[in-house]
């Protein structure tokens, strides 16, 4: 297992920990920045690149699953390498296939850099966020978890969508990932400056490779599924059935193999015994899709709906930065300073998330960025109360010997969670556009005396500015269609915003009777800890 040389008295003030922290937080913004790079530049890229969708889809795929494989077996590897020397390859690793993406439009190569940028980024959320408890005393961690989640949470949510917008109005998709390497460069350069008291290397054991390659199987298969599915219509199509049913199979599989591994292998089954970081484990899956989820809508509406630009939808999340950086700085004073439980910040967090969400599905076709700026801000500022006290709470009674373990695990439920709430919100606007078109064309048959009125407005519009009267009927009727297209767009992503402030409707409930199960079954486990054993009381009874 990993043992950890304690860190000095110092540390906390002494330069080497401040340039520590500084080099993982830019470390996780290289991160940030290539796993957004698809949410805006994928018109760009597939012209660039001549991609099928089919094709294209190996970019989000490949850099997805490897990710999440990446957060599984980090643990593994620091326990065989040196954790900052691990994170200083992983750094120089994603900055040099960023540097090569960024000169290539061959898409077997693209797809190649993806897979070494997601097992790269994997690798450097996990070791960074490890390293920041194992060198820092338990009392400074709000603070820095909160600077840590400012990289790893915040930039890809809010900053990076913004820097990507700018750089495909101003230049092309290809500075995005230049954009990573003089970020990645300073990462390592600060973290090579860093000579601070790390976790040191134990290698106990050979790797388990048949837990990885079964563990790589199943999430490659349940990232298709879940990234694709929408797409092929579910399980109408063989294709998603198949991968689902061994997606699944491999991971029971897993499973299994890891109970009869002992604690020998990439899923420590010892953090379960911890009643806070099953709860906030369990937590991640909803708030992942909380946090994916509306950071899916909102561009898209604004793009989709809106007629954003990329840059406008950029933009648009942006201010509400500064209000998760605020709310991750109020609660981490609270937790730190005032001593406020982790859990009290929960309930608000919530709240918040999901009054913005019953807000924005209030949005319609002529909404702008000031109409929807006040719901906007409000997610922000409920987002950073969430993931700070859930952070907390997972790993704030780990100790060093499944801290990593337990930190992939919780970002791979996070991720796991995000992919099927983006999944099951793209599933629910399709059919709603579907089902609201054919209810909305129903009502508009041609005798209807306002289908009439409009169409007749509309052309003599058209017949005034020049067209003929044959082509103008034509033309209102096409534009009438396109309203009728627009509207229900619109009625579906309002469906969806709602659904987001419903999963925590329902969520919520189920989440406080589970942490009264998990509290009342480690107080049973407790009180059976502290009662004797009869043997032993016979043995006091005879001394006696």
Request: hydrophobic fraction near 55%.
């Amino acid at each position: 297992m990993m043992t950890v040389r304690t860190a000095t008295p110092s540390l906390a003030t002494s330069t080497t920990g401040a340039l520590l922290v500084a080099g993982i937080v830019l470390a996780t913004l290289t991160e940030a920045i290539a796993s957004t790079v698809l949410s805006l530049g994928r018109g760009d890229i597939t012209g660039d690149t001549y991609a099928t969708p089919d094709e294209f889809a190996g970019l989000d795929i490949g850099y997805t699953a490897l990710k999440l494989i990446g957060f599984m077996t980090a643990s593994s590897l620091m326990n065989r390498i040196h954790p900052l020397s691990l994170i200083i390859g992983s750094t120089l690793a994603m900055g040099l296939a960023c540097g090569i993406a960024a000169i290539t439009t061959q898409l077997d190569l693209l797809v190649a850099l993806r897979t070494i940028q997601g097992f790269s980024g994997g690798i450097m959320l996990v070791g960074g966020q490890a390293i920041i408890f194992l060198a820092y005393p338990r009392s400074r961690q709000p603070i820095l978890q909160a600077l840590f989640a400012m990289g790893s949470v915040v930039a890809p949510a809010t900053i990076a969508p913004a820097l990507q917008g700018w750089l495909l109005d101003s230049q092309s998709w290809t500075w995005i990932f230049f954009s990573v390497v003089p970020v990645a460069l300073t990462a390592a350069g600060l973290l090579l400056f860093a000579d601070v008291a790390v976790p040191a290397k134990t290698a106990h054991g050979a790797f388990d490779w048949l837990g990885f390659c079964l563990i790589s199987v199943a999430l490659f298969c349940l990232t298709y599924v879940f990234s694709q599915g929408s797409r092929w219509d579910w399980f109408e199509e063989a294709r998603i059935l198949w991968l689902t049913v061994i997606g699944a199979a491999t991971l029971l599989v897993f499973l299994g193999q890891q109970v009869l591994a002992k604690g020998r292998g990439l899923l420590d089954f010892s953090l379960f015994k911890s009643e806070d970081f099953s709860f906030a484990f369990i937590v991640s899956f909803v708030a992942g899709a909380a946090l994916f989820g509306s950071a899916f809508l909102i561009p898209a509406f604004a793009v989709s709906v809106l007629a954003f630009t990329p840059l406008d939808a950029g933009l648009l999340l942006l201010p509400s930065g500064a209000l998760f950086i605020g709310a991750l700085l109020i609660a981490a004073f609270l937790i730190q300073v005032r001593h406020v439980p982790p859990f009290a910040t929960v309930p608000f967090g919530i709240l918040m998330i999901m009054l913005a969400m019953w807000m924005l599905s209030g949005s319609t076709s002529e909404s702008g960025a000031d109409d929807m700026m006040a719901a906007i801000l409000l997610r922000g500022f409920g987002l950073g109360f969430l993931f700070l006290s859930i952070t907390l709470i997972a790993f704030g009674k780990l100790d060093s010997r499944n801290l990593a373990s337990g930190i992939g695990l919780f970002n791979t439920g996070r991720q796991l969670g995000g992919l099927l709430g983006v999944a099951a919100l793209q599933t629910l606007i399709d059919h709603n556009v579907a089902a609201n078109v054919a209810v909305l064309g129903a009502n508009l048959t041609a005798g209807r005396a306002a289908v009439i009125e409009r169409l007749t407005t509309m052309a003599a519009m058209l017949t005034a500015k020049g067209m003929d009267a044959a082509a103008a009927g034509r033309a209102a009727a096409s534009l009438l269609g396109r309203a009728v297209a627009s509207q229900s767009t619109v009625i579906a992503f309002d469906t969806a915003f709602n659904a987001v402030a419903l999963l925590f409707v329902i969520a919520a409930p189920v989440l406080v009777a589970i942490k009264v199960g998990l509290s009342r079954h480690a107080k049973r486990r407790a009180a059976r800890t502290l009662q004797p054993r009869p043997a032993t009381v016979g043995i006091k009874q005879a001394q006696l």
